[in-house]
């Protein structure tokens, strides 16, 4: 069994929806995140296991158990979560616009996750570096758009910011 890709060390998930966990492969699937636990078993190719909602804040653990082989995903948080989709506007970079450095800032609570891409280009975060935190060394490689908007929403709303970017 396997654990999808978006469940890594500093995810952000949805507060206050159901938390869904999921992966693909057969047999059972324990997942727990402080006192709330879900066992599942899967007879297909995929499985899902649902646990409460939970308000915003953390950093919580994810325990995965996957047919008895024991996972521990640390920082995870609850707080609002936004899928980016598209080309060109969702793949300029911060680096290339004309956004003062002055905003380019170090802030772990906003966080971002890459999809991978049909033509990969090395200048671009990857879903195999995981959920990356919003470093001033690195945000001019972010998606300019995710950049901007989880800046923004962070500032206005004090809550943790995670953006999913898929790119056509």
């Known amino acids: 069994m396997e654990l999808n890709q978006l469940f890594c060390d500093g ?4 507060a206050n929806k159901p938390v869904r966990v999921f992966g693909t492969g057969n047999g059972t699937a324990t997942v727990t ?3 709330k636990t879900q ?3 899967a ?6 296991a649902e646990l409460p ?4 804040g953390g950093p919580y653990v994810l325990q995965v158990e996957l047919n008895g082989v024991k996972r521990s995903i640390s920082d995870v948080c609850f707080g609002d979560v936004y899928l980016l989709s598209g080309q060109s506007n969702m793949q300029m970079k911060l680096g290339e616009t004309n956004t003062p450095t002055s ?5 772990p609570n906003v966080r971002l996750f890459s ?4 033509f990969e280009d090395e200048d671009y975060f990857h879903s195999r570096d995981g959920w990356v935190l919003a470093d001033r ?3 001019a490689h972010w998606t300019a758009l995710g950049y901007l908007t989880a800046k923004m929403l962070n500032e206005k709303t004090g809550r943790k910011i995670g953006i999913i970017t898929f790119y056509k």
């Open 11 to 14: 995810v952000i998930l949805q």
């Open 43 to 48: 007879d297909g190719d995929v499985w899902l």
């Open 137 to 139: 060394e690195t945000v």
């Open 39 to 41: 066992t599942v078993q």
């Open 53 to 56: 909602p939970f308000d915003y």
């Open 115 to 118: 999809t991978d891409r049909v």
């Open 103 to 107: 905003y380019y800032e170090t802030n």
């Open 33 to 35: 995140i402080g006192e």
